[in-house]
Structure formats: C-alpha cells, structure tokens
C-alpha cells in the first residue's frame, strides 16, 4: 500500500518581499486587478519559522564543529623535486596551526577526601593532586641523584639538579613530599629540580640540515629560544600583558596567522583565545611566586617533503608557583608548549630574515578552570576544590614528558600540580 502523503502543509511563502510590494504599487496605480502579494497563512508563517530554526541551529552547530581553535590544519601537499617559489613559499602553506588541551584540578576530590578534610586537614592536604601535598614514593625505584637507568626522572626535595634532557623521557618523574608555599613554591613537584628561567632552553649545536646552511639553522633556533621565552617568561605577559616581543619574531608573510594571533590577544574568543600561544595570568587574582621552572629539548631535522628545508621543535614544559592575590594558598600551573618552526635555504625561499616561520604550535595547560575565551590561565586551589563539582574527562600526569602533547582540543583532569 502505498504511504499516505504527510498532511503537513509545505509554507506557502516567505512574508512578502520588497520588490513584490513595490510591483503591487506600480499595478494599482495603473488599474491592475489581483495583483496583491498573499500575507502567507498563519499555519505556514509556524512551519516556515520552524524550518529556519532548525537550517541556523545546523549552521551553528557545523560553525562551532569547523571553527574550534587549535583544529590541526590539513596537510600540505607534497612539492615536486626542484620547486621553487615564485611568491613567498609561505602562502603554499597555509596557515599555522594552534591546538591546546586543558586540564582541570576539579574532580578529584572525593566523599572520603572531604570527610578527611574535616577531621585532619594536614592528611587531605598530603593527597590531592602533587599540588597540595605530596606524591608518595617513586614508584619507579629511581635514587634521588638524577635519572635512573630506564630514563625516569627521580624526585625529592633535597635530590640534586637535574642534568639537562637530552632525549624524551621513559615515563613520569617520581612524587615527592611536600606542600607548596609562597617562599618555596616548588615543594612536592618535580620541577623543584628543575631550571629556571630562559638559561634551562639549551640550543642544540649548530650545522647544515638537508641543503639549510647551519648560518640559517643557528638563526632560526636562536629565534625559536627567543618565541619562547617572550612567550611564556616574559613577566608583562605573564600579568596578562600584551606579547608584543614575541609577535614581533613572527614571519609577516605569514599574515593570517599573525593576524590571528594579534585578535587574540586584543579581542579573545572562545574560537581564539591566546593562551593556546602565550602564558597570561590575571595580576588581580594570581601573584606569580618563584622563578620559572623549565624543562625540554630542542631538535633539528630535515623537512622530508622539499630540499632546502628543515624543521625545529622545541618541546618545553613550563611550571608556575602561584599563590591567591592577598592570601597565603599557593599551588602551581604546568604548560607545556610543543612548537615546531621551518628553517629555510634563503638562496631557494623567500622569508623575511631574522623572524620565524612558526608551521605549529600544540599546548597542554595544566591546573586551569577550562574557561575558554577570556585570554588568561585561571588556576584552581584547594579552597575551590572543595565546592567544586567533578570534572569528567581523561585523567593526565601533566609532568609525564615520555607522552606527545594531545592532539584534542579538550578538557581533562591532571592528576596533580
């Protein structure tokens, strides 16, 4: 049997348009009968109304999916064996890309935790997340003297510094013991033996790399040691300051990416907010305390898809003490900043000499409320963990540096600070 037609009435139109209105005129002034536009039915005026609706909730929705800051851009084909640029090679790129992934301290607190809290706040301090308290033993069996065979970092407040990272790590650091202060920061965390500061981002010596003179290798990894610093160390960006240092070594040829960049720092967005490239705190909620921890490599190598090009990724986490404007809480934010930067043959591409050509940039930042769009970090402390509601997402060690860098954009909880 055949199916009986809906009997929905399809709209009979749109309410009528300017120019069907002014045919009316025109006929009425000369004696044209019947020539009135139809006032659509107050049935189809519902439908039509309805289906527009439903088109912009679509057309929001595939916005929302397509636009989301920090999507990797596609791939960039291939270029054929001897190519070389007409206008700025740059363009044949497209856009850097931006990604970032955020994990939340809300969510570990548990019933027990809080019955703890109230009975020995000491105890319920010693388990949350490295931030508070301590992390326990070293499950690894590393010593305290650096790291062990299987390239585990060890931990400890009294352990010696950390010899600089040459190679990505074999799993997470070990725990420690300690709660975090404003005079010393760094207890209970990892970082207590790291670097400070822009000395801890080594370069690595440099030579010719697949057709790149080791004169454009040198430059182009002095000025990604200089991105970062102004980036994530620059105490004016810090306070939420505008990086204006660090966008000054961007490539102006790469304009829709600086121009992005620059939106963000001015307007942020939930589409475009510049902590995906920048470190910013908010000076009237957070005092930065203690040196800068850092930790990270630096490598060169050759770009397989053309002669003549090379690619630098700088791999850093940095680890902030922060402490609660006017109060004594004090916990810490981990970031960690994955940046690759082309290094080019001048004598085959074009490129404007002494900035960088950043091809992406992936970020993890650990211990901030996930808020998108305001253009600042917003760490958690204890006192918000307690009124706090869970937080669902996957659980991340934000000091485990044997892991790549997610790839979502995301919010997730870390499992200490």
């Known amino acids: 049997m055949a199916e009986k037609p809906s009997e929905e009435p399809r ?147 009294d352990a010696s510094p950390l010899a600089p990272e040459t190679a990505r790590p074999t799993g997470a650091p070990g725990g420690a013991e300690g709660i975090p202060t404003r ?4 207890t209970g965390s990892p970082a207590a033996r790291w670097e400070a500061g822009a000395d801890a981002i080594r370069l690595p010596r440099a030579k010719a790399v697949n057709g790149v003179p080791a004169a454009r290798i040198e430059e182009a990894l002095r000025g990604t040691k200089e991105f970062l610093a102004a980036a994530n160390l620059d105490p004016a960006v810090l306070r939420g300051g505008e990086p204006v240092k660090a966008l000054a070594l961007v490539d102006p040829l790469e304009a829709d990416y600086l121009a992005d960049l620059r939106a963000a720092v001015r307007r942020p967005t939930e589409d475009n907010d510049p902590v995906s490239a920048f470190t910013r705190f908010d000076p009237e ?46 916990t810490r934010v981990i970031v960690r900043r994955v940046l690759q930067v082309d290094a080019a043959d001048p004598s085959r591409y074009q490129g404007t000499e002494g900035r960088l050509w950043i091809r992406d940039l992936a970020s993890e930042i650990g211990n901030d409320d996930c808020r998108e769009g305001d253009g600042l970090i917003n760490p958690s402390f204890f006192s918000d963990l307690l ?10 060690d934000p000091y485990d540096r044997s892991t790549s860098v997610s790839r979502e954009d995301e919010c997730g909880v870390v499992s200490r600070t």
């Open 387 to 396: 009124s706090a509601s869970p937080q669902a997402g996957e659980t991340r």
């Open 183 to 186: 005079e010393r920061p760094f």
């Open 11 to 157: 709209p009979e139109s749109a309410a009528p348009s300017d120019d069907a209105w002014e045919q009316f005129l025109r006929d009425s002034e000369a004696g044209v009968p019947g020539s009135a536009p139809k006032e659509p039915s107050a049935r189809a005026r519902m439908v039509t109304e309805r289906l527009r609706a439903l088109d912009e909730a679509q057309a929001a929705a595939a916005g929302r999916k397509g636009r989301r800051f920090g999507r990797s851009r596609p791939v960039a084909p291939a270029r054929p064996e001897g190519w070389r640029t007409g206008p700025a090679w740059r363009e044949t790129d497209g856009r850097a890309s931006r990604r970032r992934t955020v994990w939340s301290v809300v969510g570990v607190l548990t019933a027990a935790a809080l019955a703890v809290v109230a009975v020995n706040p000491s105890a319920a301090l010693s388990w949350l997340p490295g931030g508070l308290g301590g992390g326990g033993a070293d499950a690894s069996g590393a010593s305290a003297s650096g790291v062990d065979a299987s390239g585990v970092e060890a931990s400890g407040v």
């Open 285 to 330: 909620e957070v005092d930065l305390v203690g040196d800068v921890r850092v930790r990270g490599r630096m490598t060169v190598a050759p770009d397989t898809a053309a002669e003549g090009r090379a690619l630098i990724t700088a791999d850093y986490t940095f680890v902030y003490g922060v402490a609660r404007v006017g109060g004594d809480e004090t």
